[in-house]
């Protein structure tokens, strides 16, 4: 059980590592429109090839583009699972956000109440 955790865990990290990274979140959600190759991927940000596919191999390790190479051209693919995955991690502390939101929102009115009690 507990090595189900760890190695679950450890596909997270990549995960979220991968996510980390500005350039490579604008990359997702490039292909979250259409498949792309590197090339195109690595031109809205004015970089090589070489670099484009650095960060797309980062993607890859983390489980979230597939490539596909037909000859010269690496078509990549968005696989959205393991967002899903990752979504259903951080949906586990969602509770904790909504509790403080509402006692931050109670508390707002009430000093907005007191404020008008004021006036």
Same mark, same amino acid.
């Given at each position: 059980?507990?090595?189900?955790?760890?190695?679950?865990?450890?596909?997270?990290?990549?995960?979220?590592?991968?996510?980390?990274?500005?350039?490579?979140?604008?990359?997702?959600?490039?292909? /979250?429109?259409?498949?792309?190759?590197?090339?195109?991927?690595?031109?809205?940000?004015?970089m090589s090839?070489?670099? /484009?596919?650095?960060?797309?191999?980062?993607?890859e390790h983390?489980?979230?583009?597939?490539?596909?190479?037909?000859?010269?051209?690496?078509?990549?693919?968005?696989?959205? /699972?393991?967002?899903?995955?990752?979504?259903?991690?951080?949906?586990?502390?969602?509770?904790?956000?909504?509790?403080?939101?509402?006692?931050?929102? /109670?508390?707002?009115?009430?000093?907005?109440?007191?404020?008008?009690?004021?006036?």
């Amino acid at each position: 059980m507990f090595n189900h955790m760890v190695e679950q865990f450890a596909h997270l990290d990549a995960v979220f590592h991968a996510l980390a990274d500005p350039t490579r979140r604008a990359m997702l959600g490039h292909l /979250a429109e259409r498949e792309l190759t590197i090339g195109e991927l690595a031109t809205p940000f004015s970089m090589s090839f070489a670099g /484009a596919s650095k960060h797309v191999r980062v993607l890859e390790h983390a489980g979230l583009v597939t490539r596909t190479i037909r000859g010269r051209t690496h078509l990549c693919r968005l696989q959205a /699972a393991r967002l899903a995955e990752a979504d259903a991690w951080l949906r586990r502390y969602e509770r904790f956000w909504n509790d403080r939101l509402d006692s931050l929102e /109670a508390l707002l009115r009430a000093e907005d109440e007191a404020q008008a009690k004021k006036k």
